[in-house]
């Protein structure tokens, strides 16, 4: 996040046009991500789950641009490369409460997709501290076994 700091700094209160001269060409390149974070907030941000694996961010981007202007479009994918089956699509405040009036429900590429506002990420705990595969007390067989064993004894 330190490389973005200059970035930042010098890409607040500046056309598109003085920041392309005032930073490399690399710089230019995070000028749209830096646009989005500084927004007034007129665009909203759409979950669209069950999509067919096969969707392409252009097939989505065309059939939500019906609705409104789409300003982004992401499909997460997994460590092989294919998709998760789900996408976010940033667009205008009022395309997107059209769209989520009208997709919600409907089929898209053979599939009935579900399009409602994306919501903040739950916060998990660290991957450590939530318990882990087996070990410890009660994992595996062998707690189970002495468990029933400790419910047979209170039961006499």
Request: no cysteine; glycine share 16%.
């Amino acid at each position: 996040m330190q490389s973005l700091a200059p970035l930042i700094k010098a890409g607040l209160g500046m056309g598109p046009a003085a920041v392309g001269q005032a930073l490399p060409a690399a710089a230019t390149a995070a000028l749209p991500l830096l646009q989005r974070l500084f927004s007034t907030g007129t665009t909203k941000r759409l979950y669209v789950g069950n999509l067919n694996f096969q969707t392409k961010a252009e097939q989505l981007a065309q059939h939500f641009g019906a609705y409104g202007s789409v300003q982004d479009v992401v499909i997460p994918l997994d460590n092989m490369g294919r998709s998760r089956g789900y996408a976010f699509v940033e667009m205008d405040t009022e395309g997107a409460e059209s769209a989520v009036g009208s997709l919600n429900q409907s089929d898209f590429m053979g599939r009935t997709i579900w399009v409602n506002e994306a919501r903040p990420r739950e916060e998990r705990p660290p991957r450590g501290e939530r318990g882990g595969y087996g070990g410890g007390r009660g994992g595996g067989r062998g707690g189970y076994r002495q468990r029933q064993q400790q419910d047979d004894w209170e039961q006499q």
